[in-house]
């Protein structure tokens, strides 16, 4: 993308580079499982938990299997398992069992966890800043008004919630290291070579907060993302669904999904905090795998 990363990592701007001694027992499972699948600690128990959400899912796709109608399929599974049943004479196909567990498992996480998160973090943020909710509560009114639900037709009418959305993604940076990916052949990169198998993986942080791109990266500002007109405007460093030809394949689900629900909530209350928007803290509880906001109480006054 043209970032000076290298750079970046030298005097970042967010914490998630303050050290190894921010990251989560989760990440450093994922960057040193070999280790770690041998070492006592929290991970121990959260792993226990996820092999059994992956029992969970098989069971689940064993039901479907035996209820399967390949002329109505009912579900995500469903719509594999008949693939399935297309591709049972390619050697080469990627539509198999273990796979159907580990995408569905896949799919429960990154569609549930990564938008509630942006949310969570996102309410946070519109307490600190009562001024952006307003303008956002004047633009619904004026493009949705109150006796309809949103749509995402609406959306692109709507270029000041849209930049309060994108600099939600930007600010909150849910997922700062991305997932691991792996070099498929011997690669040259600014002077390194990086093996073929080797893991990477893509400090999206280090995008998300380059300040090249973005006039202030450590504040949350929806101006980011408007031109001089008010008008939406894109940004190539805008990457929170990840980079390459592996990125987030449930972004524009994601996105619906921000969209309405902001959109739904803020068309009908209020966001009001027991704490003065000066004093409310919006750095992040957590940086490691994922960034989490701080707990706060919130309360939705009906408009």
């Known amino acids: 993308m043209g970032m000076d990363v290298d750079r970046q990592l030298g005097s970042p701007p967010h914490p998630v580079f303050s050290g190894l001694s921010a990251l989560h027992p989760t990440q450093l499972y994922e960057m040193f499982s070999g280790a770690m699948r041998y070492l006592p600690g929290p991970q121990r128990a959260a792993f226990k938990q996820l092999a059994g959400l992956e029992k969970f899912i098989e069971r689940k796709v064993k039901a479907n299997q035996e209820t399967l109608d390949p002329n109505t399929p009912r579900d995500f599974i469903d719509c594999f398992l008949v693939q399935m049943q297309q591709e049972k004479e390619n050697p080469s196909s990627e539509f198999f069992l273990k796979n159907i567990v580990l995408t569905t498992f896949n799919v429960f996480f990154a569609g549930t966890e990564t938008v509630s998160t942006t949310l969570r973090y996102g309410f946070l943020l519109l307490l600190k800043y009562p001024e952006i909710e307003e303008r956002v509560h004047e633009e619904i009114d004026?493009?949705?008004?109150?006796?309809?639900?949103?749509s995402m037709e609406?959306?692109?009418?709507?270029?000041?919630?849209?930049?309060?959305?994108?600099?939600?993604?930007?600010?909150?940076?849910v997922i700062p290291m991305g997932l691991a990916r792996r070099v498929t052949r011997?690669?040259?990169?600014?002077?390194?070579?990086?093996?073929k198998g080797t893991e990477v993986y893509p400090m999206l942080g280090s995008v998300l907060?380059?300040?090249?791109?973005?006039?202030?990266p450590a504040t949350f500002d929806p101006s980011h993302f408007?031109?001089?007109?008010?008008?939406?405007?894109?940004?190539?460093?805008?990457?929170?669904?990840?980079?390459?030809?592996?990125?987030?394949?449930?972004?524009?689900?994601?996105?619906?999904?921000?969209?309405?629900?902001?959109?739904?909530?803020?068309?009908?209350?209020?966001?009001?905090?027991?704490?003065?928007?000066?004093?409310?803290?919006?750095?992040?509880?957590?940086?490691?795998?994922?960034?989490?906001p701080r707990s706060y109480e919130i309360?939705?006054?009906?408009?």
């Open 142 to 150: 004026r493009v949705i008004g109150r006796n309809r639900a949103p």
């Open 154 to 173: 609406d959306r692109s009418r709507m270029p000041y919630t849209d930049a309060v959305i994108h600099e939600f993604q930007r600010f909150c940076d």
């Open 186 to 195: 011997d690669t040259q990169f600014r002077g390194y070579t990086i093996p």
């Open 209 to 216: 907060y380059d300040p090249t791109q973005f006039t202030s």
């Open 226 to 292: 408007l031109d001089g007109n008010g008008q939406f405007k894109k940004s190539d460093a805008f990457v929170p669904f990840s980079i390459g030809k592996r990125y987030c394949f449930g972004e524009m689900l994601a996105r619906m999904e921000l969209f309405l629900f902001l959109t739904s909530i803020l068309q009908n209350f209020r966001f009001h905090s027991s704490v003065e928007p000066k004093d409310i803290d919006i750095s992040p509880k957590l940086v490691g795998f994922a960034t989490l």
């Open 299 to 303: 309360c939705l006054v009906p408009r």
